[in-house]
């Protein structure tokens, strides 16, 4: 009895033992999953509260960014626009020397005087979103500067045989008036302007310090004269010759300088200029086009840039931005709108000018492909432009024309006027033109008389159409007639809708963002 007793109060007491130990295993494993929910709980609120900062964070980085553009009113723009003709999108870029908001540091002069803009050129981004290319306009152009927008609210009359860059001065306000520099680029091109972008000397240079330095080539060594020839001494260097990266306000000397480079022209500032925005491309797309990248160079570029209203917001900015990133270097051209001097001016050269806003258009790249992006794939023409042939004798009956020797053959107006008179034209009048360099022969006619011009360019195989602003046909014979003054009337040129394809001499000179950035520096 006494060892049942025994055993029974030992087997309780094992019981009790594992009861205490289910009880202690119990309870460590409640505080385990107490502490796995209090680690659940601790990553959960940490994982929200991250969210919310990103949150905030990219909310406060897009209203910056919103905040930082600046628009101006789309009032200013023409009622008489040309319709949208292609998918793609024609950009204009206007590079303003606005002294305000902290520029005149940078670019000199008084803060309060009128903005000006000596850069300007329309990009064409073709409808496939692979190929673009950069149309300048020298800032000497003479051209038609259409009505436009005062600060009061009333419109300008129609200026004639102006120069480009004083579309821009209209208003005389400090800080430029794009809509009429957009409503001139409209008039000339027959192209409609998308968007308009403004970017001043303090956005300019904050850009390329963004990106880390841009590329350039320098063909010899400038000093501080070359960039402002007024200074008596020839100055410090700024710029060794070479390769070098600049940045900042370097940067803003490289693309300034016209006076120590060549003939100082500033033609051959603007091929520097495409080579430098070709440089930045280039550097912009080595670091990658995505938003990481994209945010803190849209940062920069806000701070100091002005667009149409279409462009007001980060996310269209961003949007449009990467739009381009399908675009290779290659295919990426700079061109200058077909020009000859007129004096100390720049005229446009017709019909080669008309022929490469009908190329763009008609989506037709600067080496002739067909970028429309109509059945998928762009594919490259092989049919040659029909060239002008011998046709039918020329009538100049009711047509009086003046005839001008641009060339230092003696007497050769008025052997072009004897050919003229041959077809019925009549001879106002012969003369020694005001340069003697002319190649091709010119024709130069007024408002509403193209038809005639166009017959009178046939008695000249190979003239050139410009059109000016008073009334009557000059025909100022050039070189190529001296050499061949006895040829026989040809075809009128064909239509350059028709063709529309980009002039070989604008081809030609056309430069790609992957060009070395040595080549083609030292215009004159």
């Not at 945010?295 to 269209?316: C, F, I």
């Not at 492909?369 to 049919?383: I, P, Q, V, Y």
Request: charged residues 25%.
């Amino acid at each position: 009895m006494a060892g049942s007793r025994q055993d029974t109060a030992s087997a309780r007491r094992d019981d009790t033992g594992r009861a205490a130990a289910r009880r202690a295993n119990a309870r460590s494993t409640a505080s385990r999953r107490r502490k796995k929910r209090g680690k659940l709980r601790l990553t959960l609120a940490i994982a929200l509260s991250l969210l919310v900062l990103v949150s905030a964070g990219a909310g406060w980085l897009y209203f910056k960014l919103t905040g930082n553009i600046e628009t101006f009113s789309a009032n200013g723009l023409s009622d008489d626009r040309p319709d949208a003709t292609t998918k793609g999108q024609n950009v204009l870029v206007i590079g303003s020397d606005a002294r305000t908001s902290g520029n005149s540091a940078l670019g000199g002069g008084d803060k309060e005087d009128v903005g000006r803009s000596d850069t300007a050129f329309l990009l064409h981004v073709y409808a496939d979103g692979k190929h673009a290319v950069a149309v300048s306009i020298p800032r000497d152009t003479l051209l038609d500067i259409p009505p436009c927008q005062l600060p009061d609210g009333s419109w300008t009359k129609e200026q004639t045989n102006t120069m480009f860059n004083s579309a821009f001065s209209v208003g005389q306000t400090a800080k430029g008036n794009p809509a009429c520099t957009q409503n001139t680029i409209e008039k000339l091109t027959g192209l409609r302007v998308d968007h308009t972008i403004v970017v001043d000397f303090k956005g300019f240079a904050k850009i390329t310090e963004v990106v880390g330095g841009v590329q350039v080539c320098l063909p010899q060594d400038i000093y501080q004269r070359d960039l402002n020839p007024n200074r008596a001494t020839r100055g410090d260097l700024i710029f060794e010759k070479g390769v070098q990266d600049v940045s900042g306000v370097k940067a803003l000397d490289y693309v300034r300088i016209r006076h120590g480079i060549g003939d100082g022209s500033d033609i051959g500032r603007i091929k520097r200029q495409q080579a430098f925005v070709g440089s930045l491309i280039k550097q912009v797309k080595s670091d990658g086009l995505t938003p990481t990248k994209l945010l803190p160079l849209a940062n920069a570029a806000t701070e100091s840039m002005t667009v149409d209203p279409g462009l007001g917001s980060a996310d269209k900015l961003l949007g449009f931005m990467m739009g381009l990133k399908n675009i290779d270097l290659h295919n990426t051209k700079f061109v200058t709108i077909p020009w000859r001097y007129q004096g100390a001016r720049v005229a446009i050269v017709e019909p080669d000018a008309s022929q490469l806003w009908a190329a763009l258009k008609a989506d037709r790249t600067v080496d002739g492909t067909d970028a429309s992006g109509k059945g998928g794939k762009a594919k490259k023409t092989t049919e040659p432009t029909p060239s002008p042939t011998v046709s039918e004798e020329v009538s100049g009956e009711g047509i009086a024309v003046a005839v001008y020797n641009g060339t230092e053959v003696t007497g050769l107006a008025a052997r072009g006027g004897r050919v003229l008179m041959d077809h019925g034209f009549t001879l106002t009048g012969t003369a020694t033109a005001s340069t003697q360099d002319y190649g091709a022969t010119v024709i130069e006619y007024g408002p509403g008389e193209d038809a005639q011009a166009k017959t009178t360019a046939r008695l000249f195989p190979g003239a050139k159409l410009q059109q000016a602003t008073a009334p009557g046909i000059n025909v100022i014979v050039g070189s190529a007639f001296a050499d061949d003054p006895t040829a026989g009337p040809a075809a009128a040129e064909p239509d350059p809708s028709e063709s529309a394809s980009v002039p070989s001499g604008v081809a030609d000179d056309a430069r790609s963002a992957d060009d070395d950035p040595c080549s083609n520096l030292s215009y004159g």
